[in-house]
Nanobody
Framework: QVQLVESGGGLVQAGGSLRLSCAASGRTSSRNVMGWFRQAPGKEREFVAG????????YYADSVKGRFTISRDVAQNTVNLQMNSLKVDDTGVYYCAAGRAMVVSRTPSLWDYWGQGTQVTVSS
């Protein structure tokens, strides 16, 4: 099992920035990809960004490309999401995820481990 703990959510005005972090522990040798998903009230969970742990290749949803940056810290076993130019539509619960698969999937059900989530609220 891999345990994931998110931090860094909060309330910010539109145009502002937030940085989310996710610390992984446990059987992390089985983890090949990590990523972030979000879920707004009444909506399905959606892919935001993902990264391959080996090599650090990153992938983004079109809605956040150019505004969000995902990165990993191999020594600290963490994955971060820097969110700039935030919009009201970015509001939601952000979940950290880890997977045993070798590819970054945009489908939530294909990920194996999930954090508890952290709330991000962007006000107008």
């Amino acid at each position: 099992q891999v345990q994931l703990v998110e931090s860094g959510g909060g309330l910010v005005q539109a145009g502002g920035s937030l940085r989310l972090s996710c610390a992984a522990s446990g059987r992390t040798s089985s983890r090949n990809v990590m990523g972030w998903f979000r879920q707004a009230p009444g909506k399905e969970r959606e892919f935001v960004a993902g990264i391959r742990w080996t090599g650090g290749i990153a992938y983004y949803a079109d809605s956040v490309k150019g505004r969000f940056t995902i990165s990993r810290d191999v020594a600290q076993n963490t994955v971060n999401l820097q969110m700039n130019s935030l919009k009201v539509d970015d509001t939601g619960v952000y979940y950290c995820a880890a997977g045993r698969a070798m590819v970054v999937s945009r489908t939530p059900s294909l990920w194996d481990y999930w954090g508890q989530g952290t709330q991000v609220t962007v006000s107008s």
